[in-house]
């Protein structure tokens, strides 16, 4: 009698197959385990770099936005300067008066014409590198990618101010009135406290209808620059509460 406990083939056959199954299953459970440990491991430190870049953008733009207040306070002071030489002429010329006496201060601070200059070295490089998907709140990412465009219309209206005061501006005040010490007078002002400007020596400029319309043209640029500052803080503003919120 054969021995009742002998392993058939098919039997043998079974055994390995099961064993290959579970060997398979078991490749298969760790590749899955891995690549979901690479997942995991790859989301953690996309968040911590993400932690980082939003840290940096709101030291960003929390320094962009000091720098626009203070250049918007340059260009109102100027402007208030302006305008009151701009009333002066318009009073002299209504009375029939030929000129009008202003002060070096007035003419100087006229002269004046800032470029605001806005340095984002972080955001630049998340655009340049791609990187800007790593930015999870979409309201955030689509602020941030469009980030520019009111900063360029502010650049556009203080180039056209720059090219006026360089320009007809200069040329007419040149021809009409003594301008020698005009722009170092300007170049002192710029940093100046306010409060502490003295009138310091004055000139006489003649109020007819070229020196009114140069002052015209240079105030209503000047309100036209200062206008464009207030939906860019206000977009800062925005950004700023984003990047709060995604912290």
Do not use: C
Request: aromatic fraction near 6%.
């Amino acid at each position: 009698m054969g021995d009742l406990h002998e392993s058939k083939p098919e039997d043998s056959a079974r055994g390995v197959a099961g064993r290959l199954a579970i060997e398979s299953l078991v490749i298969i459970v760790s590749i899955l385990a891995a690549f979901a440990m690479d997942t995991w491991w790859d989301e953690v430190q996309e968040r911590r770099e993400e932690r980082a870049t939003l840290e940096a953008l709101h030291a960003e733009f929390t320094a962009a936005r000091e720098t626009l207040s203070r250049y918007r306070g340059h260009q109102r002071r100027i402007l208030v300067s302006v305008a009151s030489v701009s009333d002066s002429l318009d009073a002299a010329f209504r009375r029939g008066q030929r000129t009008v006496v202003v002060s070096d201060t007035a003419l100087g601070l006229a002269y004046i014409t800032p470029t605001t200059a806005v340095t984002l070295g972080a955001l630049e490089g998340l655009l340049a590198s791609g990187r800007l998907g790593i930015v999870e709140d979409r309201e955030l990412r689509d602020a941030l990618g469009s980030w520019g465009s009111e900063l360029a219309e502010l650049t556009e209206e203080e180039i056209d101010s720059r090219a006026l005061t360089f320009g007809d501006f200069d040329r007419t005040l040149r021809t009409r009135v003594n301008t020698h010490g005009l722009w170092a007078t300007a170049n002192g002002l710029f940093q100046a406290d306010p409060e502490a400007l003295e009138p310091r020596s004055t000139r006489t400029i003649p109020a007819d209808t070229e020196m009114i319309g140069v002052f015209h043209l240079r105030r209503s640029l000047l309100r036209h620059a200062i206008g464009e500052f207030e939906p860019l803080i206000a977009e800062i503003d925005r950004i700023l509460a984003l990047i709060e919120r995604s912290q």
